[in-house]
Antibody, heavy 121, light 107 residues
Framework: EVQLVESGGGLVQPGGSLRLSCAAS????????MAWVRQAPGKGLEWVSA????????YYTDYAKGRFTISRDKSKDTVYLQMSSLSVDDTAAYFC??????????????WGQGTLVTVSS | EIVLTQSPGTLSLSPGEGATLSCRAS???????LAWYQQKPGQAPRLLIY???SRAADIPDRFSGSGSGTDFALTITRLEPDDFAVYYC????????FGQGTKVEIK
């Protein structure tokens, strides 16, 4: 059974940084794209970033470029999202999602339960 | 960026009725790479449909997807109490974008 467990969320001040983690199990980690999708309170889903199975290719939505960095550690079957220069607009639940393949095109066939990031002074 | 517009915003229906949810893209979706997800309050999204019409594992056959190009639909026949939720479409042919969601609520 695929399991994705996020951690690292919390309260951070504007301009601050946070690193989210997603521990994966139940599948061959290296063979799949991993991604982060966020959802602001009461709003819809918004794709943030993704990383190929090999880790060589990364993708970011426009607002994440230059502020967020996605990475993966195959020795720990874990994907990370390092977030910096956070603003109140980044307040959201951040979901880790497993891609359907190792590279494009892919949809998200498994999701974690999410970790809440609150940016507030 | 491909913009996905879902309609209606809210669908009020009774258990046993059928539902048709629409997802319209601002430009053609490459290879009809369109998925549908279901999300219940406080839960993660769940994949229902991929590649426009393929059901994900363990998804009952009362859920079906159709469409091509810019117009897609999710049809739910005989709504069950567990089906009342928010549904999102997502295109993954050119980058990845989600629609804004359709809420299916109990009438």
């Amino acid at each position: 059974e695929v399991q994705l467990v996020e951690s690292g969320g919390g309260l951070v001040q504007p301009g601050g940084s946070l690193r989210l983690s997603c521990a994966a199990s139940g599948f061959t980690f290296d063979n799949y794209v991993m991604a982060w999708v966020r959802q602001a309170p009461g709003k819809g889903l918004e794709w943030v970033s993704a990383i190929s199975g090999s880790g060589y290719s990364t993708y970011y939505t426009d607002y994440a470029k230059g502020r967020f960095t996605i990475s993966r550690d195959k020795s720990k079957d874990t994907v990370y999202l390092q977030m910096s220069s956070l603003s109140v607009d980044d307040t959201a639940a951040y979901f880790c999602a497993k891609g359907s393949g190792s590279t494009w095109p892919y949809f998200f066939d498994s999701w974690g339960q999410g970790t809440l990031v609150t940016v507030s002074s | 960026e491909i913009v996905l517009t879902q309609s209606p915003g809210t669908l009020s229906l009774s258990p046993g009725e059928g539902a048709t949810l629409s997802c319209r893209a601002s430009q053609s979706v490459t290879n009809n790479n369109l998925a549908w997800y279901q999300q219940k309050p406080g839960q993660a999204p769940r994949l229902l449909i991929y590649a426009t019409s393929s059901r994900a594992a363990d998804i009952p056959d009362r859920f079906s997807g159709s469409g091509s190009g810019t117009d897609f639909a999710l049809t739910i026949t005989r709504l069950e109490p567990d089906d009342f939720a928010v549904y999102y479409c997502q295109q993954y042919g050119t980058s990845r974008t989600f629609g804004q969601g359709t809420k299916v609520e109990i009438k």
